[in-house]
């Protein structure tokens, strides 16, 4: 069993920032990537930012250079520095592992969501 924990979210105002932290913990072989999606009332949940084990990353259109993922896979977590932060970047963020099991079988885990508001 895996279990992905988030924090760092929270009131801000526009034009602020925050970090969001994601700590994966568990029957974890190895990880292919560990991304950020978010969900706004009333909407889709969408990829926002993503990160393979190499280091490669991608990003939604709406938050490239604004939003800065990372990881450190000794500890398996993973970061989501997010800098001027507008309203629309309201939603629940949740963290995604995709991994393979200590049975060498591929996998698929969410967080429980951490919410951020930004104020206008």
């Known amino acids: 069993q895996v279990q992905l924990v988030e924090s760092g979210g929270g009131l801000v105002q526009a034009g602020g920032s925050l970090r969001l932290s994601c700590a994966a913990s568990?029957?974890?072989?190895?990880?292919?990537?560990m991304d950020w999606y978010r969900q706004a009332p009333g909407k889709q949940r969408e990829l926002v930012a993503g990160?393979?084990?190499?280091?490669?990353?991608n990003y939604a259109d709406s938050v490239k250079g604004r939003f800065t993922i990372s990881r450190d896979n000794a500890k398996n977590m993973v970061y989501l520095q997010m800098n001027s932060l507008k309203p629309e970047d309201t939603a629940n963020y949740y963290c995604?592992?995709?991994?393979?099991?200590?049975?060498?079988?591929?996998?698929?885990?969410w967080g429980q969501g951490t919410q951020v508001t930004v104020s206008s």
């Open positions: 568990g029957s974890i072989l190895s990880i292919n990537s």
């Open positions: 995604n592992l995709d991994f393979r099991d200590r049975w060498g079988s591929r996998s698929n885990s």
């Open positions: 990160i393979t084990s190499g280091g490669v990353t």
